[in-house]
């Protein structure tokens, strides 16, 4: 789909404005055909990125990708981008970055 033609603009670019044309992007072929998991994946992978780049905040993006990224999962399995982002949120937005300052006095 034409839709998907930035897909990887989030990571490419580094700028919450070709992030946020992605997320765009994702939802308006998602709009098209609602059962493209890569779409979902996708659509994930954006809010991700716009969680890390401070656009949202960690939790309401955390709970997001979770809930996009299992959409995707129920449609394909096998998905591995859907993988990745659950992943990455659960090691990265999910860490417990206070804690681990406390203990080794170092991020």
């Known amino acids: ?59 309401e993006a955390t709970d997001r990708i979770h809930q996009i990224a299992e959409k995707a999962l129920a449609i394909d399995a096998s998905d591995s981008e859907a993988h990745l982002v659950l992943a990455m949120t659960a090691g990265v937005l999910n860490y417990d970055w206070e804690r681990r300052r406390g203990i080794t006095g170092s991020p």
């Not at 603009?9 to 609602?34: C, M, R, V, Y």
């Not at 779409?39 to 992978?45: E, R």
């Open 1 to 59: 789909m034409a839709a998907l033609a930035e897909r990887h603009s989030p990571s490419g670019e580094k700028h919450p404005d070709a992030a946020a044309k992605a997320k765009e992007h994702f939802e308006q072929a998602l709009a098209i055909d609602p059962n493209y998991a890569q779409a979902w994946s996708g659509l994930a992978l954006c809010y991700y990125v716009l969680a890390l780049m401070g656009v949202l905040p960690y939790g």
